[in-house]
């Protein structure tokens, strides 16, 4: 099973609560306080799907890898089936995937967000080569030549003193020497699975954003929550028997 997991924001909204009977009315308006929550949006499907099945939660980084193991659990898998998990490397999205699914699931570093860290250090590294010296270092990768990447941007690094912000080359050499457990990109081209999580970046879009992002909408969280509950049943095809088990309750 291929399995993809990430967050997004959502505009939110909270004001006071009304006045009880007897107390001076309150203008709710002039305690409004704007804000984002994130939504945490995952999908499993087996290899050659384009229909996942998603899963999503407003909650706690717990509740998502819940929501995971049940899109993994709707989409077919058992204690046998193998895991791909594939996003950017937050330390909460890897955890759920060790803590849900253990020795099952192999999780894999979104490739283009590995390359949006090294073309940053090539236009330190290489300056006027930095296409070439991109192209060369994306092919290491591919092959699971990573340590010589490293290597590379060895000579490079900036002084620790300089401030982070102005060290691309010593925070791309971080990402990468962090995480030698998420880099087999050489095993996953090999057995046709995907190196990148563009499908659960895009379900973001299509999924959650077109909906609660719409010009001028804030949401209450507990409103935001019951509207993502619906676009993912919708978007997972149990619209019809929603609205039909609730006309035989009503029935």
């Not at 924001?9 to 704007?34: N, Y």
């Not at 996953?188 to 659960?200: N, Q, T």
Request: charged share 25%.
């Amino acid at each position: 099973m291929i399995a993809e997991m990430d967050g997004s924001m959502v505009p939110v909204v909270e004001t006071a609560e009304p006045a009880k009977k007897g107390e001076e009315p309150i203008d709710r308006r002039k305690t409004r306080k704007l804000g984002w929550r994130e939504v945490r949006l995952c999908l499993v499907h087996p290899p050659g799907s384009v229909t996942p099945t998603f899963g999503a939660t407003t909650g706690s980084v717990d509740e998502a890898g819940e929501r995971l193991w049940e899109c993994a659990i709707e989409a077919g898998a058992g204690i046998q089936t193998k895991i791909h998990g594939v996003g950017d490397g937050a330390s909460w999205i890897t955890n759920q995937f060790d803590l849900r699914f253990g020795p099952q699931a192999k999780y894999l570093i979104d490739f283009p967000h590995l390359c949006g860290y090294l073309s940053a250090a090539a236009k330190v590294v290489a300056g006027k080569d930095e296409a070439a010296w991109m192209d060369e270092k994306k092919s290491w990768l591919k092959d699971n030549r990573w340590p010589e990447v490293l290597e590379a941007l060895r000579p490079h690094l900036e002084n620790e003193t300089v401030k982070d912000e102005d060290a691309p080359v010593r925070a791309c050499y971080r990402y990468i020497a962090n995480r030698p457990n998420f880099l087999d990109y050489k095993g996953a081209l090999a057995a046709g699975l995907p190196i990148g999580s563009g499908e659960i970046e895009s379900a973001h879009r299509y999924v959650i954003q077109v909906r609660l992002k719409i010009a001028g909408a804030w949401w209450k969280i507990e409103n935001a929550a019951k509207m993502i509950a619906l676009r993912v049943m919708r978007i997972n095809g149990q619209w019809a028997s929603y609205w039909r088990d609730l006309e035989e309750k009503a029935a």
